[in-house]
């Protein structure tokens, strides 16, 4: 799925962000940096080691913000590694956290200059984040922000399985709908 905000592309795929080719790729980590499960661990083991040694230089990353390091190995130039929070039954400010990391990365790649940059689904793994609400918080999180902002190209949301994508297919449709009452264009959202 595919659809123009502001001067971006902003497109949702199944895929394996570990082979993406787009400037960055943005790793759904953990505050200490570590590595782990899931998209964490596959980014690591596909960059390899040169990513965890700038990793365990900057230290940390707390929840709801990013930092960058080396792509290594990886076909994309840099990882923006962020941290979102993990489930606690959404009363910890778990989405506020949640779009905080969104934000953080697109901030990042923006400050850095970057043409292009993929996402996976944030906290929606391990961290237990209901899919639906996170996919309501990750798809406006980057629809606002490209609207306000025009310096990417392009924005992929790479989701690992057909369950996921659909899900985030149907936040972008839903939002989609809106800007088109409002502009009178799908295409220009």
């Known amino acids: 799925m595919e659809v123009m905000i502001n001067k971006t592309l902003l497109v949702l795929l199944q895929g394996d962000i570990t082979k993406e080719k787009t400037t960055a790729i943005v790793n759904a980590a953990n505050s200490a940096l570590r590595g782990g499960a899931g998209v964490d661990g596959a980014i690591h083991k596909a960059g390899g080691p040169e990513i965890m040694a700038e990793c365990r230089r900057i230290g940390s990353c707390p929840p709801g913000s990013a930092v960058i390091t080396t792509g290594g190995n990886l076909k994309a130039s ?94 972008l449709e839903r939002l989609c709908a809106g800007f088109s009452r409002e502009s009178g264009s799908k295409a220009d959202a």
Request: charged fraction near 20%; avoid cysteine; charge should be negative.
């Open 78 to 171: 840099y990882v923006i590694h962020a941290t979102g929070p993990v489930w606690q039954g959404g009363t910890k400010g778990e989405a506020e956290t949640l779009a905080g990391a969104y934000l953080a990365s697109l901030r990042l790649a923006s400050r850095h200059k970057m043409e292009s940059l993929s996402f996976p689904a944030i906290s929606t793994g391990a961290y237990g984040f209901p899919l639906r609400e996170a996919a309501e918080i990750a798809v406006t999180t980057i629809v606002d922000y490209l609207r306000a902002n025009s310096g990417l190209a392009e924005v992929r949301v790479v989701l690992f399985d057909r369950n996921t994508y659909e899900v985030f297919a149907g936040e």
